[in-house]
Nanobody
Framework: QVQLVESGGGLVQAGGSLRLSCAAS????????MGWFRQAPGKEREFVAA????????YYADSVKGRFTCSRVDAENKVYLQMDSLKPEDTAVYYC?????????????????????WGQGTQVTVSS
């Protein structure tokens, strides 16, 4: 099993930037995809971004494309979400997730049900 811990959330003004980190531990050698999701109050959880651990291929929701960048550092077992040009509608709790148990299911990377490990979440608040 993989354990995930997010950090880096906070309060920022619209137009500002934040960088979220997700540190993975445990059976990290089995990770196939790492994903970022978010959930705003009263709304359903939604996909934000994902990265294939071995290839580095990235995927983004249309709402964040061009503003957010997902990256990983293999040696540190960390995934980052650089968030630029933040908008008030980006306000949410952001969660890191991992698909780490074969058979891997994140050929469909934007569905939370395909991930088997989740972090505790970190709050991002964007003021207008």
């Amino acid at each position: 099993q993989v354990q995930l811990v997010e950090s880096g959330g906070g309060l920022v003004q619209a137009g500002g930037s934040l960088r979220l980190s997700c540190a993975a531990s445990g059976l990290t050698f089995r990770m196939y995809t790492m994903g970022w999701f978010r959930q705003a109050p009263g709304k359903e959880r939604e996909f934000v971004a994902a990265i294939r651990w071995t290839t580095g291929a990235t995927y983004y929701a249309d709402s964040v494309k061009g503003r957010f960048t997902c990256s990983r550092v293999d040696a540190e077992n960390k995934v980052y979400l650089q968030m630029d040009s933040l908008k008030p509608e980006d306000t949410a709790v952001y969660y890191c997730a991992a698909d780490s148990v074969p058979p891997y299911r994140t050929t469909v990377h934007n569905e939370g049900r395909n991930y088997d490990a989740w972090g505790q979440g970190t709050q991002v608040t964007v003021s207008s």
